[in-house]
């Protein structure tokens, strides 16, 4: 269900590695769980973050999200259109979805992510 070519975070965001730079979203649990997206703040392109650190905010008909990155790094390219149509998240949260591209600052913190098969099994725990 999870796309095998990410790592996830604790916190339900997905980052796609694409040699020293990683593509962020939120997993298609997160959206779930959100309901129908009806809003999304992201950060300027520039921004540095550290692993953990909120970039931005998701808001659906049932509450507001923070967004959090999963690696430390530096703010490249934002999905603007993305903030303009947010009820894409919905509907393709693992593709058309992402949100920023991240230069990462250490491929390590990406190594301490959890693969797919981890993930799967935190959610599963989540949803007892």
Not at 77 to 85: F, G, S
Request: aromatic residues 8%; contains cysteine; negative net charge.
């Amino acid at each position: 269900m999870y796309p095998q070519d990410c790592r996830y975070s604790k916190d339900h965001e997905w980052i796609k590695v694409e040699g020293d730079r990683g593509r962020v979203g939120i997993t298609d649990y997160a959206q779930k769980q959100l309901g129908d997206v009806v809003f999304l703040e992201l950060p300027e392109v520039g921004r540095k973050l550290e692993a953990g650190e909120q970039f931005g905010t998701v808001e659906s008909v049932k509450a507001v999200s923070e967004l959090y990155a999963p690696v430390g790094g530096e703010v490249v390219e934002v999905n603007c259109p993305l903030a303009a149509k947010p009820e894409t998240i919905n509907k393709d949260p693992h593709g058309e979805a992402w949100m920023i591209v991240l230069r990462i600052a250490d491929p390590a913190g990406v190594a301490a992510l959890l693969d797919a098969a981890a993930y799967e099994a935190l959610v599963a725990s989540e949803a007892k």
